[in-house]
């Protein structure tokens, strides 16, 4: 019988950010935290006049815009910074990168910091253990690239540490709260539910196809969990990570 899932033995193994929705991000070896989530994460998106934001779905904020994953997007400081597949790179405070963005996807749009609307879909931080890709990996009898998940933090476990879930331990995390490093407090509050942007071609990752299906059929399309955040901090690469009681 296997135990309750408990990341007393957890540590942060991968830390993302991801300065642009829908682009690939960076990866980081420390990320400062306030109540939005990792600070910059998500805070410019591709806008298009009528409002609503680049996406790889639709929906009512969103509009899908096929090939935003083959743009990366990293921070000059505050500043995004915008790679096309050519090699250009275009800052997001010159007024030339509304013009490339715009030639890119094929319609009027421009890069905009987050407003009104909000640039998350589904909570400010997105958390995905060791474990829940091992149980990927089986189900889908590949491979499973952490970063085609689009995680903030990829949390690795200790022995023991799979869970109730048959590797799906952050199911059993839902409505607790969780230190993270020696200030972050996180709440796990919901699944995090997937969409089609886990099969798309993404930049250094070539077409997939099927991990969605076959998280549909096995979890009800859910891996890895949302998180809010309870208390501000600053994250690094190797923190450990316990459930408080």
Excluded at 13 to 34: H, I, M, N, Q, T
Excluded at 223 to 231: D, T
Aim: with cysteine; charged share 30%.
């Amino acid at each position: 019988m296997s135990v309750p899932a408990d990341p007393a033995r957890a540590t942060v193994r991968r830390l993302w950010r991801y300065p642009v929705k829908s682009l690939v991000g960076e990866e980081l070896d420390a990320a400062d935290v306030d109540s939005r989530g990792l600070c910059g994460d998500r805070s410019w998106a591709l806008r298009e006049p009528d409002g609503k934001l680049g996406s790889g779905k639709s929906s009512s904020r969103f509009r899908r815009m096929d090939g935003l994953l083959a743009l990366r997007a990293s921070y000059d400081g505050e500043v995004p910074v915008v790679a096309f597949p050519d090699g250009r790179e275009v800052r997001g405070d010159d007024e030339a990168v509304h013009a490339a963005l715009s030639a890119y996807v094929g319609r009027p749009v421009s890069l905009a910091r987050e407003g009104d609307v909000p640039h998350h879909d589904d909570g400010p931080v997105h958390l995905v253990t060791t474990a829940s890709l091992r149980w990927a990996e089986r189900i889908h009898g590949r491979p499973v690239d952490p970063r085609r998940l689009r995680p903030n933090l990829l949390l690795e476990l200790g022995p023991g540490g799979e869970g109730e879930h048959d590797g799906l331990p952050e199911q059993d995390w839902l409505g607790r709260r969780m230190s993270v490093g020696a200030d972050v407090v996180l709440e796990v509050v919901d699944p995090m539910p997937r969409c089609v942007m886990v099969d798309l071609d993404q930049r250094g990752m070539p077409v997939e196809g099927g991990l969605l299906k076959d998280l549909t059929d096995h979890n009800d399309g859910c891996l890895g969990v949302l998180a809010r955040v309870v208390r501000p901090g600053r994250l690094r690469v190797g923190d450990s990570a316990a459930l408080q009681d």
